[in-house]
């Protein structure tokens, strides 16, 4: 089975007002997308659509964790992630004056329509930066914590064996003129 198969709605058979579906987002999904960064995860989608005439609005909710590795200590961890997106999807041609990404324009007859990529951006733009998150409140830390001890100090024991840096000691005088 396709695993983004699931991701199809159909249009066509909803009647307007609210419409609720759960998907479960896992390493066959990261995996249909080529180049994608995460190869692993588990992350709950819960996508509402509410539809009218012309207009469907779609609020993405999502929540879980994703394989990746510490920026600290350089270990893998389950990052953990969470967001909330918006998306608007319009009935008709795209108005040239209007210039947003969080509106699509499909044709009138489009009797389905997939959320998979949606779904795939949303959830890697919810991806820190910085990826580390304090795991020091799991009940077994995935931590090196030779990698920290040495992290924490090597800047600590040079200061205190060099107190003066002949680099650093070179620029002091330079922007004294």
């Not at 499909?106 to 329509?113: C, D, H, M």
């Amino acid at each position: 089975m396709d695993s983004l198969q699931p991701y199809i709605l159909p249009l066509k058979g909803l009647g307007d007002g609210l419409h609720k579906f759960d998907f479960l987002i896992d390493g066959d999904f990261f995996r249909a997308f080529p180049d994608c960064p995460v190869e692993e995860g588990k992350v709950e989608l819960k996508v509402t659509m509410d539809k009218r005439p012309r207009l469907l609005v779609f609020d993405f909710s999502f929540t879980g964790w994703v394989k990746s590795t510490c920026d600290r200590c350089l270990v893998p961890i389950n990052l953990p992630i969470t967001g909330e997106n918006r998306l608007l999807v319009k009935y008709g041609e795209a108005e040239d004056t209007v210039d947003d990404e969080d509106v699509v324009y499909i044709p009138l007859e489009t009797s389905k329509w997939s959320l998979a990529q949606y779904a795939y951006e949303y959830v890697l733009l919810g991806l820190p930066i910085i990826q580390v998150y304090a795991c020091e409140e799991d009940e077994n830390p995935p931590c090196d914590f030779d990698t920290l001890d040495r992290l924490e100090g090597t800047g600590n024991d040079e200061a205190e064996e060099n107190p003066s840096n002949p680099f650093r000691d070179a620029f002091k005088d330079w922007n004294k003129e």
